[in-house]
C-alpha cells in the first residue's frame, strides 16, 4: 500500500500530481483521464508476476515468467537485419537465450560476459532451445530485492511509457480517500456477494500481493474486479433507468382511438397474426393507451412480422387523429416499408407519405407541406426524417426501425419532432439480441420478442464450402434458375484490394456472367445510384433477373418469396448476426431453400465455430447468444451506441450473473436513494449518461 499523502477529492484534476505539467495533462486528457478518480479507474490489463525467479530448466514455453542468470556469450549480427542474441545460464545448468532486434550500442555495452542479469518474459521454442524476444531486463549490480507485488499492465497511452505511467498511478492512490468516502454500495450487499470495498478493490488490482490468485485476475474473476464491474453495470443501469423516469415523467397524452381500423387491416390481410404477433401488438396497445410515452424495443428473427405490428400501432395513432412516422437506416430498407405500408393502409383509405434523401424540388415541397398539415397520417424515410424543416402536424408515434445503425443524437432528433407532446417510441430490431445484452444495454425500453415465424416459412438448410468448390456452386445456380427459381450471391467489398484477401463484387458478377450465359445476371452495391439500385432490385423482385450479386447493401429489409438459394463469398469475414440476416433473404416462400457460406481455406478457430454455428440452428436467438459470447457487447451494438458498451471493468458475458443483483439494487436506489444513485453515475459514466438511452 502506498504511502498515504492527504486524501484528495475525486474530481481533482491531475495537476496536483508532480511531473503533470501542460503537455503531459493533454496526453493524459486524450485517453480520458482528467481527474485523480480517472487513474483510480484506469485498471490494469494484465499482469506480470516479478516475485519469483523461475529456474531456466522449469520454463514452458507460452509461459510468461523471470528469470535470473549470467551471460555466457553474446552474439550481434547484420546478416538480414540488426540482431543481438545474449546466452543466459543459471546455476540449475539451465541455458536461454535472449534475443533483440531494436538495440542501442549501449545496451551490448551492458552485456558484458559474467554479468548478472534478471529478465521477464514469455519464452518460445528457437534455434538453439527456449528463447525470449525483447524481453523487459535489468542488469544487477548488488543484491536487489524481488518485487512485493504482481507488477500491473496498464492500457498503452501514446506518448507515455509504462514506467511513467505506474508512477503516476502511484501517486493517484497516495491521495485515495478513506473507505468512509470512497464506498457507495451497502455493505449488506458486498457481504452476500463476498465483494470487497471498493477502496480495497482498487488498491488490490493496482498492487496485487505476492499471494494474489494470478489466473483469477486474468480472466477478470477476482472479487476486486467483481466488486468494480458490479458498481460498473449498476451505474450504465442507472443511468439508462433515470433517463427513461425523466422522459415519462414529462407525460404524453394517451391513444384512447378505436381499432376499427386495426380490425380493418386485419381482415384484409393475405394471412392471420400468430400468438407472438398478437400478444407483441397487446403490449403495444397497452402501451399507448397511458399517459406516459411508451417506450419499447421490439425484437424479432428475419421475417417474423414486426413491420404488420408495428403497422397496427400506427393505426392507433391514426385513430386518434394524429400521425405516425417510420425512420430506416436506408432507402433499400425504408422503401420495402414504404411499400408494405402503401399496400396495407392506403386500401383503408390513408395517406402515407414518403420522405428520404433523394425526394426533392416539388415533390419534396409537397410532401414537407402534407406532413406539416396531417394530410399524411404515416410518414416513412431515411434520416432525412429528422432535417431541419420537417415539421409534422402532431407526431403521436415515431418508429425506429434497425435502431443499432443510427447515433443516439438521431434517436433524440426525432423524438423531439412532437410538438408540445413526446411521441411515444417503438424501436424494432431484426437482429436478436442477447438477454443478458438486453437487460444492460436496453434499460430503458421495455422489451417484446416475437418469437414465432409464420407458417410455410421453410427452414433454411445451411452448409459451409471451401472456396474451390466454386464450380460445383456455379453448376447449382445454372440448375435452380433453369427451374425457374432465384438466387442471391453476396460478396464483401465493392472492388479488387491486395490487401484483403476477397472476391469483389464486381468481378464475381463479371465471372458469373461468363459462367452462367442463359441467366440473367444482375449486380447491386451501396455505390450505386438509388434509382439504379431500385430498378434492379425491382427486376429480381418480379422475376427478371436470376441472380443477383450484392454486397450486404441487402442484408435487411429485402422480400423475394421465389429466391430460395444464397451464397456468401468469404463468410468468414462476417459476424454471426449478419450472416444470419443475409441468410434470412431465403426461405421465404414454400420451396426448400439453402444458404452456401463459402470460405477460404484455413479457417481460424473463431470462424470456424461461427460457421459450425450457423449450420447447426437457425434460430436467432440462439445464434446471438453465441455472437456476443465470441464477439462481446462492443461489436453487436454498434460502435455508435455511445456509452452502452465501453465498460471499463465489466463484460457482459462474463458478469451476467450479476444482473439480478445489478436490477432490484437499482430498483431500490432510485425509489429510497436517488441522490447516491447520482453519485455512482456520476463516477462511472459521468456527462455520457446523458445519452445513453436516447
Known amino acids: 500500500m502506498p504511502a498515504a ?50 529456474p531456466i530448466r522449469l ?13 555466457e556469450a553474446v552474439e550481434r549480427g547484420f546478416r538480414y537485419r540488426p540482431m543481438l542474441r545474449v546466452a543466459l545460464s543459471d546455476e540449475g545448468r539451465g541455458t536461454l537465450v535472449l534475443r533483440f532486434f531494436h538495440f542501442r550500442a549501449a545496451q551490448v555495452a551492458q552485456f558484458a560476459v559474467g554479468a548478472r542479469v534478471r529478465a521477464y518474459g514469455t519464452p518460445r521454442p528457437g534455434q538453439f532451445g527456449l528463447e525470449i524476444v525483447h524481453p523487459s531486463y535489468q542488469v544487477l549490480g548488488g543484491e536487489v530485492a524481488l518485487g512485493e507485488t504482481l507488477d500491473p499492465v496498464y492500457p498503452a497511452i501514446e506518448g507515455i511509457g509504462p514506467a511513467s505511467l505506474r508512477k503516476l498511478v502511484l501517486q493517484a492512490l497516495q491521495r485515495l480517500p478513506d473507505e468512509a468516502t470512497l464506498e457507495l454500495l451497502p455493505q449488506a450487499l458486498r457481504r452476500a456477494l463476498h465483494l470487497p470495498s471498493l477502496r480495497e478493490a482498487i488498491l488490490t488490482l493496482h498492487m496485487p500481493p505476492r499471494d494474489a490468485d494470478v489466473a483469477a485476475l486474468q480472466s477478470g ?8 464491474a458490479l458498481e460498473e453495470l449498476l451505474a450504465h443501469q442507472l443511468g439508462l433507468r433515470r433517463q427513461r423516469l425523466a422522459l415519462q415523467a414529462e407525460g404524453t397524452r394517451a391513444l384512447r382511438g378505436d381499432e376499427k381500423l386495426v380490425a380493418k387491416l386485419k381482415k384484409s390481410l393475405p394471412f392471420a397474426l400468430t400468438k407472438a404477433q398478437a400478444r407483441v401488438y397487446a403490449q403495444l396497445r397497452e402501451d399507448l393507451r397511458q399517459p406516459r410515452p411508451m417506450l419499447r424495443l421490439v425484437q424479432g428473427d428475419v421475417g417474423s412480422g414486426k413491420t404488420v405490428v408495428a403497422a397496427m400501432a400506427a393505426l392507433l395513432a391514426v385513430a386518434d387523429g394524429r400521425q405516425a412516422a417510420l425512420m430506416a437506416p436506408t432507402e433499400l430498407l425504408a422503401e420495402q416499408h414504404l411499400n408494405n405500408l402503401r399496400g396495407w393502409l392506403e386500401p383503408l383509405g390513408l395517406r402515407v407519405c414518403w420522405l428520404a434523401g433523394k425526394v426533392t424540388g416539388k415533390a419534396r415541397a409537397q410532401a414537407l407541406q402534407d406532413v406539416a398539415s396531417g394530410a399524411a397520417q404515416v410518414v416513412v424515410g431515411t434520416h432525412a426524417l429528422m432535417q431541419e424543416g420537417v415539421d409534422f402536424h402532431d407526431l403521436a408515434l415515431a418508429i425506429v426501425d ?28 431484426a437482429t436478436p439480441i442477447p438477454r443478458t445484452l438486453a437487460m444492460s444495454a436496453y434499460a430503458d425500453l421495455d422489451v417484446s420478442a416475437i418469437d414465432e415465424l409464420p407458417p410455410g416459412r421453410t427452414p433454411v438448410t445451411t452448409i459451409a464450402l471451401a472456396a474451390e468448390r466454386r464450380p460445383e456452386l456455379v453448376e447449382r445456380i445454372r440448375a435452380a434458375c433453369a427451374e ?64 443477383l450479386v450484392a454486397t450486404t447493401v441487402i442484408e435487411v429489409g429485402v422480400d423475394v418469396p421465389n429466391a430460395s438459394l444464397m451464397v456468401i463469398e468469404n463468410a468468414e469475414r462476417l459476424g454471426l448476426a449478419q450472416l444470419h440476416q443475409l441468410r434470412g433473404r431465403v426461405g421465404r416462400g414454400s420451396a426448400a431453400s439453402s444458404c452456401v457460406l463459402l470460405y477460404q481455406s484455413p479457417l481460424s478457430a473463431m470462424a470456424r465455430e461461427r460457421l459450425d454455428t450457423l449450420r447447426q440452428t437457425n434460430d436467432g436467438f440462439a445464434i446471438a447468444e453465441k455472437d456476443l459470447q465470441l464477439r462481446g457487447p462492443g461489436e453487436l451494438l454498434g460502435t455508435r451506441q455511445t456509452g452502452l458498451a465501453a ?32 453519485r455512482i453515475v456520476d463516477r462511472w459514466i459521468g456527462g455520457a449518461a446523458r445519452f445513453a438511452a436516447a
Do not use: N
Open 484 to 547: 425457374g427459381r432465384q438466387a442471391y450471391w453476396v460478396c464483401t467489398i465493392i472492388d479488387e484490394s491486395e490487401e484483403v484477401v476477397a472476391q469483389a463484387a464486381q468481378s464475381t458478377f463479371e465471372a458469373l456472367q461468363a459462367a452462367l450465359p442463359g441467366v440473367r445476371v444482375a449486380l447491386v452495391h451501396g455505390r450505386m445510384k438509388a434509382a439504379e439500385k431500385q430498378a434492379t432490385m425491382r427486376a429480381f423482385k418480379q422475376g427478371e433477373v436470376g441472380l
Open 402 to 429: 434497425e435502431q443499432h445503425r443510427f447515433g443516439v443524437h438521431q434517436r433524440l432528433a426525432l423524438r423531439d419532432k412532437g410538438k408540445g407532446s413526446v411521441p411515444h417510441q417503438l424501436v424494432m430490431t
Open 5 to 54: 499523502a492527504s486524501p484528495a477529492r475525486a474530481d481533482t484534476r491531475l495537476s496536483v500530481l508532480t511531473g503533470v505539467g501542460p503537455a503531459l495533462r493533454e496526453k493524459l486528457a486524450a485517453r480520458g483521464l482528467s481527474t485523480l478518480q480517472d487513474l483510480w479507474l484506469h485498471l490494469p490489463r494484465s499482469y506480470e508476476d516479478r516475485t519469483a525467479v523461475t
Open 221 to 228: 474473476l477476482h472479487p476486486a474486479q467483481r466488486r468494480l
Open 647 to 678: 465498460f471499463r471493468m465489466a463484460d457482459l458475458t462474463r458478469d451476467a450473473d450479476l444482473l439480478p443483483q445489478v436490477h432490484a439494487l437499482a430498483d431500490r436506489l432510485l425509489a429510497e436513494a436517488p441522490q447516491l444513485a447520482d
Open 59 to 71: 520454463l514452458q514455453p507460452g509461459v510468461a515468467a523471470q528469470v535470473e542468470g549470467r551471460v
